[in-house]
Every structure is written in C-alpha cells, then in structure tokens.
C-alpha cells in the first residue's frame, strides 16, 4: 500500500468534481480513502468508503463521492478493509531491571501486528511502564497505547515479585492509597497467598473508590462469589472451567483441606463439567457485568508442548534472550508430565475451549487477551493475539464475536467506549488496514497493509522495519 506525502491528484480531482461554491475543503493530517469500513458493533461492511483524520481522532467518514477533504497524507486503501485496532487485555512486562530493554523492545512488536492498545496485567516493572503509558501518550516513545493496573494487590509472602502485599485491613487501604497516586488504570488482584474473606472485602472496597478490578480467584470461592462482590472480569479461563463442574463445592473443600491441589483438582473439574451448571453460574455473571478473559493461547502452548518443536518458532528471533530464558521454568516443569499428566493437560484444553459458546450464550462478555511477556512460553507479543482469536473461533463463535472480543470488549471494561471500539467521527482513529475480509476468515486479521496509531500511519514498510528493530535488538543480546 502506498503512502504518499502532499495530496494526490486522483482524490484532488475527486474533490474538485464534486464540490459546489458551499462546500468548504477541510484540510487535515491524514486521509484514507477506497476501502470497506467494518463497523464491529453490528458487522456490517460499507463499501468505498473514506476516513479524515486530524490530531488523532477521526473528524469525518463517509463515501468516497463525498470527500471535502485536503490532507498532508492520503492512502489508497486499494480496495481493502479498514476497522479499529486490536487490543490484547492481558499482557506482562516485568523479569526485573535487568530485563527493561528486553521489554521495551516488545512495543513495536504489537504495533506490527495491529495491536494498537495493551492492558499490562501487573509484574515488577510497573514504575517503567507508567513511564512508558506516558511516552507513548505523549508521542514519546512509539507502541500500543498501554493501560495499566501497575502491581496487583496480593497477601503476604505472595510468590509473585512486585507485588503490594496485604494482611490486614489498613493495609490494603495503604496499598491502595499508593495505587491512587500513581494514577492507574484499573486494579488487579490475586491469590497466591491472600485468604478469601480479606479477597473479597479488597474487591468491595475496590469498587467502593470507583476503579473496576480484575484477577484470579481463590479456590475456596466461586465465580458467583467474586461476581456478586464486584470483580469485573475474571482472569484465565480455569476459573470458569472449574465453575462448570457440579462438583464444584465438594472439589473446592478437598483442596481447602489439602487432600488436592489446585493441579491434582483440576482433572476431577474436567471430568465433571456440566452444561446446565455452567450455565446457571454464567449467568450470574452476566447479570453482574463480570467478564472473562480467557487467555486460552497459553493454555494450548502448554498442553500441547509435546508435540510441537517451539525451538523453531521464527518469531524467537525478535525476542531478547534474557526473556526467552524467563521461558524455561514452564517448559521444565511440563517436561516432567509423563504420559497420563500430559492426557490431562490436552483434556482441560479442549475442554475449556468448547466452554466458550456457552459463555457467549450466557450474555458474558469475553475479552480478548493472552497472557503475552516474561514466564509465559511462546506466547508472542502481537502475534498470540491473533492465535487467541483464532481459537475463539474454531471453538465455535463467529469471526465477528471474535473480533469484537478483541476490539470493544477492551474499551468497555476500561469504560472509555466514548473514545474507542469504533471508526465513528470522534473517536481516537486507532485503525487496522487488511487487504481482506475478517469476518469471512478471522485469519485475515493477520494481512495487514497498514496502521494507524497515534496519529501516524504505518506503512508496510515502516511495520516491517518495526520487526527489523526488534531483530536487530534481539541479536544484540546474543552476542551475535
């Protein structure tokens, strides 16, 4: 796809021919033109259409007839299609300082997939990465635009690095006192080490301050148990494959009492999923607006690491090794599976996955995320994206659930619909350009002729050297 500086002849003619007297050229920064808009809101394509865009934000659309537009820079979306940007709703930057420029080498990778927004998901680089939402904000620095819960609330000795430690009431109120101050987005919370009452009386009054939280759950509660407290969304879909189970009481004891693990519990769960349980449980969420994110790429890595040779994944070459070395402790504790274990893991996968249409059928809303960054195996910034999507779909919701998944679920959990999740006039113009149609194959998320963030357009070529960057990077900390 061409990018081309000054205004062309062609669309200048189109706007001469069509303008009276009356009809004012507006002058703006950026002009796409013939392409097919994909509104995700309701799936409908309208052909031959154009974009304006000045300071960011889309300031008109509509058919090609009917530009009055002058711009610094047109593109000729050459019978493409154009639709708002992807976000990935849980990704990681952390490993500690040492792994900072690891990290930050990973921003133009989701660029060059069409991720134009992050939500970072909590580590131990938090004060980098507000750092970065900043930059990136400011035209600083150049990424996805990135939201952030900064570190999560956890219980003592949680094993988690970077994390804001709470036993007791008046702690959790410091820790979030010191999460107002530092402006975050939204409030992560897990479980490693925290009891289940302090749990849910963190989400009350997490709620109570007006941020919208998100995590993972203690065992001994149940999905309807953290909905009916506050939570927002559910991290990891294990959570709602435990919920499936109609043993779930019986099996949440065993592990309280430690006769079961939390992975020796989880083959009981898998055997005993129940449709008529799921459902009523995913109701309940649905009726209190608690999402899921369901980060099932990892999930299919991990249960499939016997069989596929990741050793090999070209995209290894854009990745720091000291990252790549965060890999390890997955892959090692996996390689020590024998066979039944191994069963098990690829049981809980197809399982999990085929929970998805119920979910949808429930009214829940699923957003896209995968769990991308340090420790999680193979699961590539910007790329796994587009994996997760497709697992979506082949676990059986429609290319449009699935993108919606990944372009207006994002904006509602974070409640900035008013500024993304369409290509109306007004909204931020994060925009993706394929050169075909998603809706009829989610994989055409992935033909990717262009980007627009931050107010500038990404060529092929500028994406290409976006990877050429991250290469280059890469091959540094290898000594090569």
Avoid at 367 to 392: C, K, V, W
């Amino acid at each position: 796809m061409k990018s081309i500086r000054h205004v062309v002849l062609l669309p200048l003619l189109a706007l001469i021919a069509n303008c009276t007297v009356n009809d004012p050229i507006h002058k703006v920064e950026l002009l796409i033109y013939n392409t097919n808009l994909i509104d995700v809101q309701n799936g409908k394509v309208y052909p031959d259409q154009y974009l304006a865009i000045d300071e960011g934000r889309i300031v008109g659309r509509g058919e090609v007839e009917n530009m009055r537009y002058q711009a610094t820079q047109t593109v000729n979306g050459q019978g493409g299609y154009v639709m708002p940007g992807l976000w990935d709703m849980h990704v990681h930057f952390g490993g500690g300082e040492d792994l900072i420029e690891d990290n930050k080498a990973l921003l133009g990778l989701y660029l060059a997939h069409g991720v134009t927004t992050v939500r970072d998901a909590a580590a131990d680089l938090s004060d980098t990465v507000l750092a970065w939402r900043a930059q990136i904000a400011n035209g600083e620095l150049t990424g996805p635009r990135i939201f952030t819960s900064g570190p999560k609330l956890e219980g003592k000795d949680s094993i988690w690095p970077g994390d804001l430690e709470v036993e007791t009431v008046a702690e959790m109120h410091a820790a979030m006192d010191k999460l107002d101050a530092m402006q975050v987005d939204y409030i992560k919370i897990t479980d490693s080490a925290m009891t289940p009452e302090l749990y849910l009386q963190a989400v009350k009054e997490v709620k109570s301050r007006g941020y919208n939280i998100s995590g993972h759950i203690p065992f001994e509660l149940s999905v309807t148990d953290v909905s009916d407290a506050g939570l927002d969304a559910i991290e990891h879909m294990s959570y709602l494959l435990k919920a499936a189970a109609k043993n779930e009481e019986e099996i949440s004891e065993r592990v309280a009492s430690g006769e079961l693990s939390y992975r020796s519990a989880l083959p009981i769960i898998t055997r005993h999923v129940d449709k008529q349980t799921a459902l009523s449980k995913y109701k309940v969420l649905a009726k209190n607006d608690t999402a899921v994110v369901p980060t099932m790429i990892g999930s299919q890595i991990i249960a499939y690491l016997d069989e596929e040779d990741h050793l090999q994944d070209q995209f290894l070459q854009y990745l720091g090794q000291g990252l790549i070395d965060t890999y390890e402790w997955r892959v090692e504790r996996a390689g020590k599976d024998d066979a039944e274990a191994i069963r098990a893991r690829k049981q809980q996968f197809q399982v999990s996955a085929s929970l998805l249409p119920w979910l949808q059928q429930s009214g829940v809303r699923i957003i896209a995320g995968t769990d991308a960054g340090f420790l999680n195996s193979y699961i590539y910034p910007g790329l796994s994206l587009h994996q997760e999507l497709q697992i979506y779909v082949e676990s059986g919701l429609s290319p449009l659930q699935a993108i919606q998944s990944a372009v207006l679920s994002g904006p509602a959990f974070l409640n900035r619909q008013a500024d993304y999740g369409s290509l109306y006039v007004g909204k931020v113009a994060d925009i993706l350009l394929l050169t075909q149609n998603p809706l009829e194959d989610i994989r055409h998320t992935r033909r990717i002729s262009g980007v627009v963030a931050q107010g500038r357009y990404f060529n092929q070529n500028d994406l290409q050297e976006l990877l050429d960057k991250a290469e280059t990077y890469a091959s540094s900390t290898r000594g090569n």
